[in-house]
C-alpha cells in the first residue's frame, strides 16, 4: 500500500529565511511525487512534481524540492519566504503501476506553513 | 475558461437524507477524484475513476457512491449510511498517467444540520 507521512503539522519561519518542509513517502515500485498548496477554503493548487531524473525539482512560486530515494523523502524547500506563502502545504505520491493505469493519488495530512514578517 | 466546477459551494443535509455534489470538467481529462478533508486529517480519497463508466474504492467508499457516465461528470452522493458527512469535499481530474498532476476544484462544504 502507498502512503504519504508530512512528520509537522505546522513550521514556522521569518520571512526572508529559507524553508523546508518534510514528506516522506512508501510505495511499490517507483514513484510519482507531488506537491500542493491549499488556501483557506479553497481546492489545491499544483506546485511542483517529481517523475524521474534530476532530483532538485523546480516548481511554481520558487518553490523547489528535493528526491531522495534512500531516504524515501521529498522535502518542499524555497530559499527566501514570503508572508504570502503562509497557506497549507500537501504532498502526494502516486505508485508506479507498470500498465499506463493512472492509479491512486494519496496525499500527506499537510503542514500549515506560518511565515511572519 | 478551462476548470473544473464544483457545486454548491455550501450545502446542508439533514441527518437521513442523501445529497449529491456536483463535479464537472472541461480539461479533456480522463482520470477524476473525490477526497474528503477534514481538519487534521488531510486528504482522504473517497471514489476515483479513470475512464467512463468505470470507478474504483478509495479509502473511504462507505457511505458514499459515485456514477462516470460521462467524460465531463463524476457526481459523488453522500448517503444517509454515512455516518458523519460534515467535512469539505473536493474533486480532481487528471489526464491519464501515472506521472500527471491533479487539477482541483474548489471544493463544496457539507453541512448535516
Known amino acids: 500500500a502507498q502512503s504519504v507521512a508530512q512528520p509537522e503539522d505546522q513550521v514556522n519561519v521569518a520571512e526572508g529565511n529559507p524553508l523546508t518542509v518534510k514528506c516522506t513517502y512508501s510505495?511499490?515500485?517507483?514513484?510519482?511525487l507531488f506537491w500542493y498548496v491549499q488556501y483557506p477554503n479553497r481546492g489545491l493548487q499544483f506546485l511542483l512534481k517529481?517523475?524521474?531524473?534530476?532530483?532538485l525539482v523546480k516548481g511554481s512560486y520558487g518553490f523547489e524540492a528535493e528526491f531522495n530515494k534512500s531516504q524515501t523523502s521529498f522535502h518542499l524547500k524555497k530559499p527566501s519566504a514570503l508572508v504570502s506563502d503562509s497557506a497549507l502545504y500537501f504532498c502526494?505520491?502516486?505508485?508506479?503501476?507498470?500498465?499506463?493505469?493512472?492509479?491512486?493519488?494519496?496525499f500527506g495530512q499537510g503542514t500549515t506553513l506560518q511565515v511572519k514578517p | 475558461d478551462g476548470g473544473i466546477t464544483q457545486s454548491p459551494k455550501y450545502l446542508f443535509r439533514k441527518e437521513g437524507q442523501n445529497v449529491t455534489l456536483s463535479c464537472e470538467q472541461n480539461?479533456?481529462?480522463?482520470?477524476m477524484y473525490w477526497y474528503r478533508q477534514d481538519p487534521g486529517q488531510g486528504l482522504r480519497l473517497i471514489y476515483y475513476?479513470?475512464?467512463?463508466?468505470?470507478?474504483q474504492k478509495g479509502d473511504i467508499a462507505e457511505g458514499y457512491s459515485v456514477s462516470r457516465e460521462k467524460k465531463e461528470s463524476f457526481p459523488l452522493t453522500v448517503t444517509s449510511a454515512q455516518k458523519n458527512p460534515t467535512a469539505f469535499y473536493l474533486c480532481?481530474?487528471?489526464?491519464?498517467?501515472?506521472?500527471?498532476?491533479?487539477?482541483f476544484g474548489q471544493g463544496t462544504r457539507l453541512t448535516v444540520v
Open positions: 480532481a481530474s487528471s489526464h491519464r498517467g501515472e506521472n500527471t498532476e491533479a487539477f
Open positions: 510505495v511499490s515500485g517507483n514513484p510519482y
Open positions: 517529481y517523475i524521474t531524473g534530476d532530483n
Open positions: 502526494a505520491v502516486r505508485a508506479s503501476q507498470g500498465s499506463g493505469n493512472t492509479g491512486k493519488l494519496i
Open positions: 480539461l479533456n481529462h480522463d482520470a
Open positions: 475513476s479513470q475512464i467512463v463508466n468505470d470507478f
